[in-house]
């Protein structure tokens, strides 16, 4: 099993950059390295130099972070990520659409994998069914494969890599201050899955209004249309 490390980014690259100045300066001819390079010593001793100061600034440079570190980090970003999201999705919502953000923003991280994690941005209350539930809107930074099945792992990841991805999930209430997905909705109660934040939109606002998006813009659009020609009327002109 490959044990995962984690390195503080800021003088990571500070490191990388002190690396590869080092290594631009050698092909500088200077008097040292040009009577080097006259006896056939240049060549070798850049590579071996190189080497050496690339992997002594590297290492003496590279901070690897703790535990908590990670953890605090990783549910920093999830967290802004997810608040900028809800923000924007409210914000672009058509006029009416059911849409709130999500009471408890707090981040949910992977246990194997510490700078991996999910939070929920937004819930869209809705009647499937004939029965209420309200569907959660999650981002995570990773793609997986999503299962509701509880006796399954609902994550199912084949590379620990940074990504991004858009879920939501139907939840139902089923007694006091407590849910259960409602597999009979969606694909076993998850509404829609994507990488793209536009895709993850439409889904949202469909299932907010029950319109595709298409549909409100194009109404929007005679809506203004109308109010143009009306406003023209009134001023006595016309409209081209």
């Known amino acids: 099993m490959t044990v995962l490390r984690y390195f503080d980014k800021p003088e990571y690259e500070e490191a990388q950059k002190k690396a590869e100045e080092f290594s631009q300066s050698q092909g500088k001819l200077t008097r040292r390295s040009a009577s080097m390079w006259l006896r056939g010593e240049e060549g070798e001793r850049s590579k071996q130099e190189i080497d050496e100061v690339s992997t002594k600034t590297y290492e003496a440079k590279k901070r690897y972070l703790v535990g908590d570190e990670v953890i605090e980090r990783t549910k920093e970003k999830i967290s802004n990520h997810a608040k900028g999201t809800g923000k924007a999705f409210r914000r672009e919502m058509p006029h009416g659409a059911r849409f709130a953000p ?3 923003m707090e981040p949910k991280l992977l246990e194997k994998y510490p700078h991996l994690g999910v939070c929920g941005f937004g819930e869209i209350p809705v009647r499937l069914n004939g029965r209420d539930v309200t ?36 939840w139902r209430k089923v007694g ?21 934040k536009s895709k993850a939109f439409d889904n949202s606002v469909y299932l907010s209004t029950g319109r595709k998006v298409s549909e409100w813009q194009r109404r929007i659009k005679e809506a203004n249309e109308k109010l143009l020609q009306a406003n023209v009327r009134a001023a006595g002109g016309f409209a081209i």
């Open 102 to 104: 999500t009471p408890d």
């Open 135 to 170: 569907v959660a809107l999650y981002v995570a930074n990773f793609n997986a494969t999503i299962s509701t099945d509880p006796d399954e792992d609902f994550f199912k990841i084949t590379k620990p890599d940074y990504a991004e991805m858009y879920f939501a999930v139907a």
């Open 176 to 196: 006091d201050d407590k849910y259960e997905v409602a597999a009979d909705l969606g694909h076993n109660g998850v509404m829609f899955q994507t990488t793209d």
